[in-house]
């Protein structure tokens, strides 16, 4: 089975699991605090299960890292390590919002060397998926970021809590927008339709980011911390990360900003 | 034909009208500079002239006050002001993202004086509807809004472009969400999924948010100018608001912030 049927496996699994559960409020019940130090809520641990149940068939042996539980090993000696969000925008999900989905990295042990990302937007269907070297795509179309250079022409999609947030939320940029799903709002910097992703707050996940990062990159995108240096993290979920993600072209006046 | 059914009809004349369009790039196309001095791209005007067919085929007479025309008066003795925004939230439609809706108020002559609210949700066909005094409704369900009161637990939609956005942003409330929809992300505060609205750029047109302005305060909220006061404003596409909706019980302590 090729990753990519790996992850869309892993994914309708998920959604299917799920599906009950969307707009309902005991979806978003809390049961403990997960691994990665917030809360699991119903809604998480059964899109959990749903993908470990499906890893656990497969046959190959894995690392399995994931938000809820941790840490896994799938087997004796693991080829990879598959990296999942079962959930990417649970408040959205809880509160029928539309904008949340299941993003999947496959690589070794750093955010550094991902092979592999898959995200699957659970309300549209669509698939983003982007392999080491051979580009980016959306439902197997090739996607690439934008081309807007000026500051003054950007929509921007901005996590910021810090007095940054003020040169760029005030009137530098054009449109700033936030809809709670890092991994979803990725895609949309690679396929063009947001020009920058900032997230300053240290609160990201490698579970959030590591599928997008490698899809930003593949399709032509630059994804740095916000000191511009490459991200480079354990896959472990407890590591928290900042990130600027853009189109390229406005990436140093970003940095200047944050 | 009731308010409602007046509003439906107007709403399902606009989804027909649009639905090929959304996603495309033709739908973005700027056509000109509209009344309410933004551009106006090809779905806005698509959508406004199916909405002004249906309204100039019911046989009553009244004011139509819409965001790309500006105004026209149907008829010889105006019954009231139907106060249309064709398409709320067009760079999402234009790019595929599930965020748009239809908003709709009847009223006089000023923002203070608004009798009907009407909000539907283009994407999952939700309803929402006010009638002064009787109450709001989601799919004819009565809604009503959230009762945190406490900051730290708060879920903000704020569109914060001043120094206030620090305070507010940096870990004093629980979340903020932007989903540039201001007419639904409304609706979102009259049903208790967020527990404020805050938007102080000035950009607000009495189309945004004249029909949700009813539908929040008929769910129990409240609904200010920046400085507590209550929002009056003659219903013109060229004047421009700002606004702070709330569950009521943290409007003070966002008074304070802003």
Same mark, same amino acid.
């Given at each position: 089975?090729?990753?990519?049927?790996? *992850?869309?496996?892993?994914?309708?699994?998920?959604?299917?699991?799920?599906?009950?559960?969307?707009?309902?409020?005991?979806?978003? %019940?809390?049961?403990?605090?997960?691994?990665?130090?917030?809360?699991?809520?119903?809604?998480?641990?059964?899109?959990?299960?749903?993908?470990?149940?499906?890893?656990?068939?497969?046959?190959?042996?894995?690392?399995?890292?994931?938000?809820?539980?941790?840490?896994?090993?799938?087997?004796?000696?693991?080829?990879?390590?598959?990296?999942?969000?079962?959930?990417?925008?649970?408040?959205?999900?809880?509160?029928?919002?539309?904008?949340? *989905?299941?993003?999947?990295?496959? #690589?070794?042990?750093?955010?550094?060397?991902?092979?592999?990302?898959? %995200?699957?937007?659970?309300?549209?269907?669509?698939?983003?998926?982007?392999?080491?070297?051979?580009?980016?795509?959306?439902?197997?179309?090739?996607?690439?970021?934008?081309?807007?250079?000026?500051?003054?022409?950007?929509?921007?999609?901005?996590?910021?809590?810090?007095?940054?947030?003020?040169?760029?939320?005030?009137?530098?940029?054009?449109?700033?927008?936030?809809?709670? *799903?890092?991994?979803?709002?990725? *895609?949309?910097?690679?396929?063009?339709?947001?020009?920058?992703?900032?997230?300053?707050?240290?609160?990201?996940?490698?579970?959030?980011?590591?599928?997008?990062?490698?899809?930003?990159?593949?399709? #032509?995108?630059? %994804?740095?911390? #916000?000191?511009?240096?490459?991200?480079?993290?354990?896959?472990?979920?407890?590591?928290?990360?900042?990130?600027?993600?853009?189109?390229?072209?406005?990436?140093?006046?970003?940095?200047?900003?944050?």
């Amino acid at each position: 089975m090729s990753y990519y049927e790996l *992850c869309n496996e892993v994914a309708e699994a998920i959604q299917k699991a799920v599906s009950g559960l969307i707009g309902k409020t005991e979806a978003g %019940v809390t049961l403990r605090i997960g691994a990665d130090g917030t809360p699991t809520e119903k809604i998480d641990e059964t899109a959990e299960n749903a993908a470990l149940s499906v890893l656990e068939k497969d046959g190959r042996s894995m690392r399995f890292v994931s938000e809820e539980l941790g840490e896994k090993t799938i087997g004796k000696k693991p080829e990879f390590t598959f990296v999942l969000d079962p959930i990417d925008g649970t408040f959205n999900a809880v509160n029928n919002i539309p904008f949340f *989905c299941v993003p999947i990295a496959i #690589g070794g042990s750093d955010l550094s060397d991902i092979r592999y990302g898959y %995200v699957k937007n659970l309300v549209s269907g669509d698939i983003y998926t982007a392999e080491k070297g051979k580009g980016a795509f959306l439902n197997k179309r090739k996607i690439h970021v934008s081309n807007v250079s000026e500051l003054s022409g950007l929509s921007v999609i901005s996590y910021s809590q810090r007095p940054h947030a003020v040169p760029i939320n005030n009137h530098k940029v054009r449109r700033v927008r936030v809809f709670g *799903c890092a991994a979803l709002e990725l *895609c949309y910097v690679a396929s063009g339709i947001f020009d920058a992703f900032i997230d300053m707050r240290s609160m990201l996940r490698v579970t959030d980011i590591a599928a997008s990062k490698l899809i930003v990159e593949e399709a #032509g995108g630059v %994804v740095t911390d #916000g000191k511009g240096k490459p991200l480079s993290t354990e896959l472990d979920v407890t590591k928290r990360v900042n990130m600027i993600a853009s189109n390229g072209m406005v990436h140093d006046k970003l940095l200047e900003l944050v």
